[in-house]
């Protein structure tokens, strides 16, 4: 693990302009930034960065963050690879803590691994595009695939001699351990001697999300019986076939804007099209999709458009998966290419414009789709078509996200009508499955947690509120957030007699007034950092957090300062007479004009919050404490409609005459009237 020294050295040197201006154009507006969100599409500018306090916020998507959650989004990297990939950019030395021997030689033999492919991958990109047999065999056939230069080295194709060692004796040069090589399936041994893996092939290399070679795919350009058309690195380590889909690295900002991942097969399928301009496309190997290769694209979407061939093998393959793809909660369309082609060769022949037109066209409901093809081959044979039938029924009951019922039921409907049976018949038959499915995922939790769901479920089914009473608990939450935002914002800030805000809210708020969770855990790392003897506790150590929960949460409570707006200007007018705005003419000749009511409108206007902490302060806790005292009065209220002993009714009553006693006094310091 990555030191806490190392981090806070990434976030004090991280500059949050730099890093997002080097991937979104901004321009300087007030003391912020702004830019066209990267996130989704627009045309009018929305995505606000704020050097002062160090976060973004989009105001079209709702997006916010810091400079190391806008990495980890844009990139999709992880939290350690994003830290990696700051510390690189400002050159800054990672530390890690102790790991065991098994950790540590697993990291050391990874890192041997993406070093040798990095020489391999340079190898051979150097042997294709600067050796005359590269040019002649390996560059030529790209070249009849229509792959222009720019492609070929985007995507650091390469060619491997027909040499029988010319990479190995390359790469032992370089110090590379044999063993280490065959692990790496870039050499063999036959004989006692290594030898080449992949010679007189033409090599696309494999990268993971984050652009690092993970292992290559081979192509063979002469036809013969003995050996494979291609050849796959070997899993190890780093390359773990099930959680790779080629062409990821390159397609993820493309996919992320358009909302739409294309899925083909093949890897020179992902390159026409991203020569065609169309590159939201990555390809599964001609494997069937994995749990997860599906997280990984639903990581950028929902939404998944396979494109297969036509054949029955494309159709079978563009099957396989389907119910894994549903009960991620992917909305799943398939695209067929004509018999005779592929998306690489297809793509070639319409052109950009028309492929794109045809895969919008031409988009089939996969699981309607897959009932008519199974209907076909079932025919008239009632077994199959029972088969069929409850084949349909299972893939439905996999879409069991709640947001997903209305689709469900949609299937349900249009699937009996294609099959011809009673829609309450497949809606019993798909509901068998979920119980089923239910039953053998209950089996596999402990009693225990099994009887705590159980008791949950039953009070949330007793438990009825009515709107008052909700809308109470929200604005208790927004006090409680309004709270810790002027803990972040001003609590080291100094008090009275030498205590600071902090020592007041905390004096103040006792933890069990607090119910927001993210609210409670933001008091007590405060709290814990004051134990620490950290003297000065500003709020951008929690927006750069280690806890990526903390600060996102952190990010969500500041604010950016406001921009003078129309309004204000309307009303700023309204108060001091003066019709022209602040900038026209000097402030100070501007203030001798002004009678003294006007003065005093004037700096009302312009007192920042800063100037206003002390009352702002006083009157969120007050705010609070009416809350919560509202709560409690409900709830004694409630108490004595139900109770019937005199005793303990008199004991209420007392309680309620307290309570009003106090909600009179908190309503008066913070000049609120309260209607009986």
């Known amino acids: 693990m990555i030191t806490q020294a190392t981090i806070q050295q990434i976030m004090a040197r991280a500059d949050i302009t730099d890093v997002v201006g080097s991937f979104v154009k901004l321009k300087k507006r007030g003391t912020n930034l702004l830019g066209l969100c990267p996130f989704h599409n627009e045309k009018t500018p929305s995505f606000t960065v704020s050097p002062a306090k160090e976060i973004y916020k989009c105001f079209g998507c709702g997006k916010s963050g810091n400079v190391v959650s806008f990495v980890m989004e844009h990139e999709k990297y992880s939290y350690p690879e994003t830290l990696k990939w700051l510390a690189q950019r400002y050159q800054i030395e990672i530390e890690e803590t102790q790991l065991n021997d098994d950790q540590r030689q697993a990291m050391q033999v990874a890192d041997s691994l993406f070093a040798l492919n990095q020489f391999a991958q340079e190898f051979f990109t150097n042997q294709l595009l600067q050796t005359e047999e590269g040019k002649a065999i390996g560059l030529s056939y790209f070249e009849e695939r229509g792959f222009r230069k720019e492609i070929i080295q985007k995507f650091q194709l390469g060619y491997s001699p027909e040499q029988r060692d010319a990479f190995t004796q390359a790469a032992l040069k370089q110090q590379f351990n044999p063993d280490l090589l065959q692990k790496a399936g870039l050499s063999n041994s036959r004989y006692d001697q290594l030898q080449d893996n992949y010679r007189s092939r033409v090599i696309f290399p494999i990268h993971n999300h984050s652009g690092k070679v993970l292992g290559f795919g081979a192509r063979i350009l002469t036809s013969t019986e003995k050996a494979p058309k291609y050849i796959n690195t070997p899993e190890n380590e780093i390359y773990v076939k099930s959680k790779i889909l080629y062409g990821s690295y390159f397609a993820r900002q493309a996919i992320d804007k358009a909302n739409e991942c294309l899925l083909v097969e093949g890897y020179t399928d992902v390159i026409s099209l991203h020569q065609a301009g169309i590159e939201n496309v990555v390809a599964s190997g001609g494997t069937a999709l994995t749990i997860d290769q599906l997280r990984l694209i639903k990581k950028y979407t929902r939404n998944l458009t396979i494109i297969y061939d036509g054949d029955q093998a494309g159709i079978k393959a563009a099957l396989r998966g389907l119910d894994l793809a549903l009960e991620e909660g992917l909305e799943v369309k398939l695209v067929l290419i004509p018999d005779g082609d592929d998306p690489d060769s297809y793509v070639n022949k319409l052109g950009p414009s028309q492929f794109r037109t045809f895969v919008d066209t031409n988009k089939k409901d996969v699981i309607l789709f897959q009932l008519e093809v199974a209907l ?38 249009q699937c009996a009508n294609l099959l011809k049976i009673e829609e309450a018949g497949l809606h019993t038959l798909v509901n068998k499955y979920i119980r089923d499915r239910i039953s053998q995922q209950e089996k596999r939790i402990p009693t225990n947690e099994a009887k705590t769901f159980e008791e949950n479920a039953r009070q949330s089914e007793e438990n009825e509120f009515d709107d008052a009473t909700f809308a109470l608990l929200f604005k208790d939450e927004l006090q409680e957030k309004e709270v810790a935002r002027i803990l972040l914002e001003f609590g080291s800030r100094n008090w009275e007699n030498g205590t600071s805000v902090a020592d007041y809210i905390f004096e103040e708020i006792d933890e069990s007034l607090i119910e927001n969770e993210s609210v409670l855990q933001l ?16 709020s951008q150590y929690f927006v750069h957090h280690s806890d990526q929960q903390l600060s996102a949460f952190a990010v969500s409570l500041l604010q950016f300062p406001h921009e003078e707006s129309q309004r204000w200007k309307q009303d700023f007018s309204q108060a001091t007479g003066y019709q022209s705005t602040l900038f026209e003419k000097p402030y100070e000749e501007f203030i001798e004009t002004l009678t003294p009511d006007k003065k005093d409108s004037l700096l009302t206007y312009l007192q920042s919050e800063e100037d206003r902490t002390p009352e702002a302060i006083r009157s969120a806790i007050h705010y609070l404490k009416l809350k919560k005292i509202k709560r409690m009065l ?43």
Do not use: C, P, W
């Open 376 to 413: 076909q081959e079932a025919g008239t044979d009632t077994a199959q078509k029972a088969k069929v039938v409850n084949r349909i029924a299972e893939s439905i009951s996999r879409i069991n996200k709640a947001e997903d019922f209305t689709k469900q039921q949609d299937y349900i409907k």
């Open 523 to 538: 008091f007590k790392a405060y709290q814990q950092e004051k134990r620490s003897g950290r003297s000065s506790i500003g």
């Open 634 to 676: 409900m709830d004694n209220q409630k108490d004595l409609e139900n109770e019937k002993d005199s005793q303990e009714i008199k004991v209420l009553l007392q309680t309620h005459e307290h309570l009003k006693k106090l909600e009179k006094a908190l309503a008066d310091a913070v000049g609120s009237v309260i209607i009986r």
